[in-house]
Protein backbone atom coordinates (compact mmCIF):
# COMPACT_ATOMS: atom_id res chain seq x y z
CA UNK A 1 0.00 0.00 0.00
CA UNK A 2 1.18 3.38 -0.77
CA UNK A 3 2.68 5.72 1.70
CA UNK A 4 0.58 8.75 3.18
CA UNK A 5 3.93 11.18 1.29
CA UNK A 6 2.91 9.10 -2.26
CA UNK A 7 -0.84 9.30 -1.59
CA UNK A 8 -1.06 13.30 -1.16
CA UNK A 9 1.57 13.44 -3.76
CA UNK A 10 -0.74 11.69 -6.27
CA UNK A 11 -3.59 13.95 -4.87
CA UNK A 12 -1.71 16.98 -5.44
CA UNK A 13 -1.62 15.82 -9.13
CA UNK A 14 -4.89 15.29 -9.87
CA UNK A 15 -5.20 18.64 -8.21
CA UNK A 16 -2.73 20.73 -10.33
CA UNK A 17 -4.09 18.20 -13.58
CA UNK A 18 -7.70 19.43 -12.93
CA UNK A 19 -6.66 23.07 -12.47
CA UNK A 20 -5.14 22.81 -16.20
CA UNK A 21 -8.22 21.08 -17.61
CA UNK A 22 -10.45 23.91 -16.10
CA UNK A 23 -7.98 26.67 -17.09
CA UNK A 24 -8.02 25.35 -20.68
CA UNK A 25 -11.91 25.69 -20.37
CA UNK A 26 -11.35 29.52 -19.18
CA UNK A 27 -8.91 30.24 -22.02
CA UNK A 28 -11.50 28.96 -24.51
CA UNK A 29 -14.45 30.74 -22.84
CA UNK A 30 -12.72 34.70 -22.35
CA UNK A 31 -9.50 35.03 -23.79
CA UNK A 32 -7.45 35.75 -20.97
CA UNK A 33 -4.75 38.65 -22.02
CA UNK A 34 -2.83 36.83 -19.43
CA UNK A 35 -4.00 33.50 -19.84
CA UNK A 36 -5.36 33.38 -17.17
CA UNK A 37 -2.86 33.51 -14.57
CA UNK A 38 -4.09 36.74 -12.09
CA UNK A 39 -7.01 35.05 -11.19
CA UNK A 40 -6.04 31.85 -10.86
CA UNK A 41 -3.41 32.54 -8.68
CA UNK A 42 -5.46 35.25 -6.43
CA UNK A 43 -9.05 32.57 -5.98
CA UNK A 44 -5.56 30.22 -4.92
CA UNK A 45 -4.70 32.35 -2.56
CA UNK A 46 -7.81 33.36 -1.64
CA UNK A 47 -8.75 29.74 -1.25
CA UNK A 48 -5.42 29.05 0.93
CA UNK A 49 -6.28 31.95 3.50
CA UNK A 50 -9.54 30.33 4.04
CA UNK A 51 -8.45 27.49 5.55
CA UNK A 52 -5.25 28.37 6.91
CA UNK A 53 -7.11 28.72 10.56
CA UNK A 54 -7.30 24.95 10.36
CA UNK A 55 -4.20 24.40 9.50
CA UNK A 56 -3.22 26.39 12.49
CA UNK A 57 -5.14 24.63 14.98
CA UNK A 58 -4.06 21.12 13.80
CA UNK A 59 -0.24 22.06 14.20
CA UNK A 60 -1.02 24.46 17.19
CA UNK A 61 1.88 26.29 16.92
CA UNK A 62 3.36 28.75 13.96
CA UNK A 63 1.43 29.09 10.90
CA UNK A 64 4.33 30.53 9.11
CA UNK A 65 8.10 29.78 8.57
CA UNK A 66 9.81 30.93 11.65
CA UNK A 67 13.81 31.08 10.29
CA UNK A 68 14.88 33.41 7.43
CA UNK A 69 16.34 31.16 5.49
CA UNK A 70 12.99 29.37 5.11
CA UNK A 71 11.14 32.14 4.38
CA UNK A 72 13.42 33.48 2.06
CA UNK A 73 13.25 29.87 -0.29
CA UNK A 74 9.62 29.82 0.44
CA UNK A 75 9.28 33.43 -1.44
CA UNK A 76 11.57 32.22 -4.10
CA UNK A 77 9.98 28.91 -4.35
CA UNK A 78 6.83 31.65 -5.17
CA UNK A 79 8.35 33.95 -7.36
CA UNK A 80 10.47 31.13 -9.60
CA UNK A 81 8.46 28.30 -9.47
CA UNK A 82 4.78 29.57 -8.99
CA UNK A 83 5.05 32.75 -10.70
CA UNK A 84 7.55 32.58 -13.54
CA UNK A 85 6.98 28.81 -14.37
CA UNK A 86 2.94 28.98 -14.23
CA UNK A 87 3.33 32.32 -15.98
CA UNK A 88 5.11 30.18 -18.71
CA UNK A 89 3.30 26.90 -18.41
CA UNK A 90 -0.10 28.80 -18.90
CA UNK A 91 1.07 30.69 -22.01
CA UNK A 92 2.13 26.68 -23.16
CA UNK A 93 -1.44 25.56 -22.23
CA UNK A 94 -3.21 28.33 -24.33
CA UNK A 95 -1.08 27.57 -27.60
CA UNK A 96 -1.12 23.49 -27.26
CA UNK A 97 -3.65 22.79 -25.17
CA UNK A 98 -3.84 20.80 -21.74
CA UNK A 99 -2.69 17.61 -22.23
CA UNK A 100 0.32 18.65 -24.80
CA UNK A 101 1.60 21.40 -22.87
CA UNK A 102 1.40 19.61 -19.22
CA UNK A 103 3.29 16.25 -20.74
CA UNK A 104 6.16 19.16 -21.70
CA UNK A 105 5.49 20.22 -18.20
CA UNK A 106 6.90 17.25 -17.58
CA UNK A 107 10.59 17.87 -17.68
CA UNK A 108 10.37 19.37 -13.98
CA UNK A 109 11.05 16.53 -12.53
CA UNK A 110 14.35 16.06 -14.40
CA UNK A 111 15.41 18.96 -12.91
CA UNK A 112 14.10 18.31 -9.43
CA UNK A 113 15.84 15.48 -9.13
CA UNK A 114 19.24 16.53 -10.03
CA UNK A 115 19.11 19.54 -8.06
CA UNK A 116 17.71 17.57 -4.54
CA UNK A 117 20.52 15.19 -5.16
CA UNK A 118 23.26 18.14 -5.99
CA UNK A 119 21.89 20.23 -2.84
CA UNK A 120 19.83 18.16 -0.63
CA UNK A 121 21.36 14.59 -0.85
CA UNK A 122 18.05 13.14 -1.60
CA UNK A 123 19.03 9.56 -3.18
CA UNK A 124 17.93 8.76 -6.78
CA UNK A 125 16.82 4.87 -6.69
CA UNK A 126 16.38 3.04 -9.91
CA UNK A 127 12.77 3.71 -9.53
CA UNK A 128 13.27 7.78 -10.15
CA UNK A 129 15.72 6.87 -12.63
CA UNK A 130 12.88 4.65 -14.69
CA UNK A 131 9.94 7.36 -13.94
CA UNK A 132 12.35 10.01 -15.29
CA UNK A 133 12.61 7.74 -18.12
CA UNK A 134 9.07 8.10 -18.67
CA UNK A 135 8.40 10.92 -19.26
CA UNK A 136 11.40 11.45 -21.49
CA UNK A 137 9.57 8.77 -23.36
CA UNK A 138 6.39 10.61 -23.29
CA UNK A 139 7.98 14.08 -24.43
CA UNK A 140 9.49 12.33 -27.39
CA UNK A 141 6.08 11.09 -28.53
CA UNK A 142 4.71 14.10 -28.62
CA UNK A 143 7.77 15.46 -30.90
CA UNK A 144 7.37 12.36 -33.50
CA UNK A 145 3.28 13.51 -32.96
CA UNK A 146 4.14 17.33 -34.06
CA UNK A 147 6.50 15.58 -37.27
CA UNK A 148 3.67 14.35 -38.22
CA UNK A 149 1.49 17.55 -38.15
CA UNK A 150 1.45 20.63 -41.08
CA UNK A 151 3.98 23.10 -41.27
CA UNK A 152 1.63 25.51 -39.70
CA UNK A 153 1.13 23.43 -36.29
CA UNK A 154 4.23 22.26 -36.47
CA UNK A 155 5.44 26.19 -35.73
CA UNK A 156 2.78 26.50 -33.18
CA UNK A 157 3.98 23.73 -31.77
CA UNK A 158 7.99 24.71 -31.22
CA UNK A 159 7.14 28.06 -29.80
CA UNK A 160 4.87 26.35 -27.34
CA UNK A 161 7.24 23.84 -26.78
CA UNK A 162 10.02 26.29 -25.90
CA UNK A 163 7.74 27.52 -23.38
CA UNK A 164 6.96 24.51 -21.99
CA UNK A 165 10.37 23.42 -21.20
CA UNK A 166 11.63 26.94 -19.80
CA UNK A 167 8.46 26.65 -17.78
CA UNK A 168 9.29 22.82 -16.50
CA UNK A 169 12.75 24.33 -15.67
CA UNK A 170 11.69 27.35 -13.45
CA UNK A 171 9.29 24.84 -11.56
CA UNK A 172 11.49 22.11 -10.97
CA UNK A 173 13.95 24.66 -9.22
CA UNK A 174 10.87 25.76 -7.48
CA UNK A 175 9.77 22.78 -6.44
CA UNK A 176 13.35 22.23 -4.78
CA UNK A 177 13.15 25.13 -2.94
CA UNK A 178 9.86 24.18 -1.55
CA UNK A 179 11.01 20.88 -0.04
CA UNK A 180 14.00 23.47 1.61
CA UNK A 181 11.60 26.01 3.08
CA UNK A 182 10.20 23.03 5.50
CA UNK A 183 13.29 22.97 6.97
CA UNK A 184 12.58 25.33 9.88
CA UNK A 185 9.35 23.05 11.19
CA UNK A 186 6.97 25.13 10.10
CA UNK A 187 3.58 23.36 8.53
CA UNK A 188 3.10 22.92 5.04
CA UNK A 189 -0.17 25.15 5.25
CA UNK A 190 2.02 28.19 6.11
CA UNK A 191 4.76 27.04 3.64
CA UNK A 192 2.38 26.50 0.88
CA UNK A 193 0.79 30.36 1.97
CA UNK A 194 3.67 31.82 1.70
CA UNK A 195 4.70 30.74 -1.86
CA UNK A 196 1.64 31.64 -3.69
CA UNK A 197 1.05 34.80 -1.63
CA UNK A 198 4.68 36.18 -3.08
CA UNK A 199 3.65 33.88 -6.51
CA UNK A 200 0.20 36.58 -6.28
CA UNK A 201 2.16 39.66 -5.61
CA UNK A 202 4.98 39.00 -8.12
CA UNK A 203 2.20 38.68 -10.57
CA UNK A 204 0.68 42.35 -9.64
CA UNK A 205 3.71 44.18 -9.72
CA UNK A 206 5.01 42.20 -13.21
CA UNK A 207 1.70 43.37 -14.75
CA UNK A 208 2.06 46.97 -12.98
CA UNK A 209 5.46 47.62 -14.13
CA UNK A 210 4.22 46.27 -17.64
CA UNK A 211 1.74 49.01 -17.94
CA UNK A 212 -0.85 45.83 -18.21
CA UNK A 213 -2.57 45.49 -14.35
CA UNK A 214 -5.14 47.99 -14.90
CA UNK A 215 -6.47 46.88 -18.52
CA UNK A 216 -6.31 43.41 -17.26
CA UNK A 217 -9.11 44.19 -14.35
CA UNK A 218 -11.10 45.94 -16.67
CA UNK A 219 -10.86 42.55 -19.15
CA UNK A 220 -11.46 40.65 -15.70
CA UNK A 221 -14.44 42.93 -14.72
CA UNK A 222 -16.37 41.84 -17.78
CA UNK A 223 -15.14 38.75 -18.67
CA UNK A 224 -14.11 36.63 -15.53
CA UNK A 225 -14.64 32.78 -16.43
CA UNK A 226 -16.06 30.64 -13.81
CA UNK A 227 -13.68 28.27 -15.25
CA UNK A 228 -10.98 30.40 -14.14
CA UNK A 229 -12.02 30.38 -10.07
CA UNK A 230 -12.79 26.93 -10.03
CA UNK A 231 -8.93 26.55 -11.83
CA UNK A 232 -7.30 28.62 -8.97
CA UNK A 233 -9.71 26.27 -6.40
CA UNK A 234 -8.06 23.44 -7.81
CA UNK A 235 -4.66 25.13 -7.69
CA UNK A 236 -4.73 26.04 -4.12
CA UNK A 237 -5.33 21.92 -3.44
CA UNK A 238 -2.30 20.77 -5.67
CA UNK A 239 0.11 23.61 -3.63
CA UNK A 240 -1.31 22.37 -0.21
CA UNK A 241 -0.97 18.43 -1.21
CA UNK A 242 2.66 19.10 -3.12
CA UNK A 243 3.93 20.90 0.54
CA UNK A 244 2.19 17.79 2.73
CA UNK A 245 4.03 15.42 0.61
CA UNK A 246 7.20 16.99 0.23
CA UNK A 247 7.14 16.93 3.90
CA UNK A 248 7.15 12.99 4.05
CA UNK A 249 9.03 11.87 1.31
CA UNK A 250 11.96 13.22 -0.46
CA UNK A 251 11.02 15.75 -2.97
CA UNK A 252 12.45 13.90 -5.58
CA UNK A 253 9.56 11.31 -5.54
CA UNK A 254 7.37 14.11 -4.96
CA UNK A 255 8.52 15.91 -8.47
CA UNK A 256 8.28 12.67 -10.05
CA UNK A 257 5.52 11.39 -9.21
CA UNK A 258 3.57 14.68 -10.20
CA UNK A 259 4.86 13.61 -13.50
CA UNK A 260 1.34 11.66 -13.65
CA UNK A 261 -0.62 15.29 -14.16
CA UNK A 262 -1.11 14.32 -18.02
CA UNK A 263 -2.54 11.01 -17.55
CA UNK A 264 -5.08 12.79 -15.20
CA UNK A 265 -4.93 15.97 -17.38
CA UNK A 266 -6.40 13.89 -20.48
CA UNK A 267 -8.71 11.73 -18.37
CA UNK A 268 -10.49 14.86 -16.99
CA UNK A 269 -10.10 16.79 -20.36
CA UNK A 270 -11.81 14.16 -22.65
CA UNK A 271 -14.68 13.89 -20.01
CA UNK A 272 -15.23 17.27 -19.51
CA UNK A 273 -14.04 19.37 -22.23
CA UNK A 274 -13.71 17.34 -25.27
CA UNK A 275 -14.53 19.87 -27.89
CA UNK A 276 -11.08 21.52 -26.91
CA UNK A 277 -8.72 18.53 -26.31
CA UNK A 278 -8.73 15.81 -29.62
CA UNK A 279 -6.64 13.00 -28.35
CA UNK A 280 -3.79 11.39 -30.78
CA UNK A 281 -2.46 7.76 -30.44
CA UNK A 282 0.71 9.79 -29.67
CA UNK A 283 -0.31 11.93 -26.86
CA UNK A 284 -2.72 9.05 -25.39
CA UNK A 285 0.27 7.37 -25.70
CA UNK A 286 2.50 9.26 -24.12
CA UNK A 287 0.07 10.01 -21.06
CA UNK A 288 -0.51 6.54 -20.29
CA UNK A 289 3.17 5.85 -20.38
CA UNK A 290 3.94 8.86 -17.81
CA UNK A 291 1.14 6.66 -15.90
CA UNK A 292 2.82 3.60 -16.11
CA UNK A 293 5.97 5.30 -14.93
CA UNK A 294 3.87 7.14 -11.76
CA UNK A 295 2.27 3.61 -10.94
CA UNK A 296 6.17 1.78 -10.65
CA UNK A 297 7.08 4.46 -8.39
CA UNK A 298 4.23 4.38 -5.79
CA UNK A 299 4.92 0.54 -4.62
CA UNK A 300 7.76 1.47 -3.25
CA UNK A 301 11.47 3.19 -2.45
Not at 44 to 67: E, F, K, M, Q, Y
Not at 164 to 185: D, I, K, N, P, T
Not at 199 to 204: E, P, Q, R, W
Request: with cysteine; aromatic share 8%; net charge positive.
Amino acid sequence: MASPGLLAAIGSAAAYALSYVCLRKGQADSSPPDSGLLPVLSTSLAVLLAIAPAGLARHRGTLLPVRGDALAFACLSGVIGTFLGRRLLYHAVQRLGAVRGVVLKGLSPVATVFLAYAFLGDPVSWRVMAGLAGVLGAILLLALENRARPTRDRAIFSSGALVGVAAAMFQGVGHVFRRVSLASGAPPMGSAVIDVAIATLACLVSFAVEGRLLPLLRHYKDHLSPWLLAAGASSAGGVLLFFVSANLVPVSTVATLAASEPVFVALFSWLLVPHLERPSFYSASAACLVGLATLMLSQGP
